[in-house]
């Protein structure tokens, strides 16, 4: 298993232009989250999707928009990119429950200039 | 709402030395509680969790207790080695219905000095 695999490792975005970072999971897991993560703070979390189908707004979810087409699939877009945008996104996984492990990828370094 | 605070970092040891993180919690109900670690340039891993007071979650010599009394899941390693430089989160979870939302620290970046 890969686990969870995000691309890209890396972007530089101009300020307004739009991306999506993608992040797909091969654990056949159902839940599945984006956070981000500032220098020097603890993950935020973004949005998170119990399901295909079924997403909802995490604590800091402005600016951003997901979408669940796919048990495997969770792609984050950033709409009109902005410097307060610039942090590095991990996507997780998890089976259902609130004890059970989050399976975090390798992330997403992004930089809005 | 729920809160985690952790120690300030960074923390630098020598090899084998005591390691204490420590973490404290505010939170409604009774959370569950997990410390994460971040090796360079990698997501986070799971090291250990509790899930319910007096609980102790162990992992690769890596020790944390749920104390209720006190709030706390502060972690604990005898002797350190120089692999275990990374950065810790200590987190919670509601034990609410629905997605496990975790809330987490800060994080403490570690060094460990051979």
């Known amino acids: 298993n890969a686990g969870v695999t995000q691309t890209p490792k890396f972007r530089i975005l101009k300020i307004g232009q739009s991306m999506t970072l993608q992040c797909t999971q091969d654990m056949n897991h159902n839940y599945m989250y984006w956070y981000r993560q500032d220098p020097g703070m603890g993950l935020k979390l973004i949005y998170y999707s119990v399901g295909a189908g079924i997403t909802d707004k995490g604590e800091v979810p402005n600016g951003y928009n997901v979408s669940r087409s796919t048990t495997e699939d969770f792609p984050l877009r950033l709409e009109l990119a902005a410097p307060s945008q610039t942090s590095v996104y991990f996507c997780a996984s998890s089976l259902a429950g609130v004890v059970n492990e989050q399976y975090f990828g390798p992330g997403t370094r992004l930089t809005v200039t | 709402g729920n809160s985690v605070t952790q120690m300030e970092g960074p923390v630098t040891l020598s090899e084998e030395a005591f390691l204490t993180i420590n973490c404290t919690y505010t939170?409604?109900?009774?959370?569950?509680l997990f410390w994460y670690v971040q090796y360079p340039g990698e997501g986070l891993q799971l090291l250990l969790k509790?899930?319910?007071?007096?609980d102790k979650g162990s992992n690769k010599g890596f020790e944390a207790t749920y104390r209720k009394e006190t709030t706390s899941f502060h972690l604990e390693k005898g002797s350190v080695q120089v692999s275990d430089s990374a950065v810790y989160f200590c987190?919670?979870?509601?034990?609410?219905?629905?997605?496990?939302?975790?809330?987490f620290g800060q994080g403490t970046r570690l060094t460990i000095n051979p």
């Open positions: 939170a409604t109900g009774y959370p569950s």
């Open positions: 987190a919670l979870s509601d034990k609410g219905q629905g997605a496990q939302k975790l809330v």
């Open positions: 509790a899930t319910k007071a007096d």
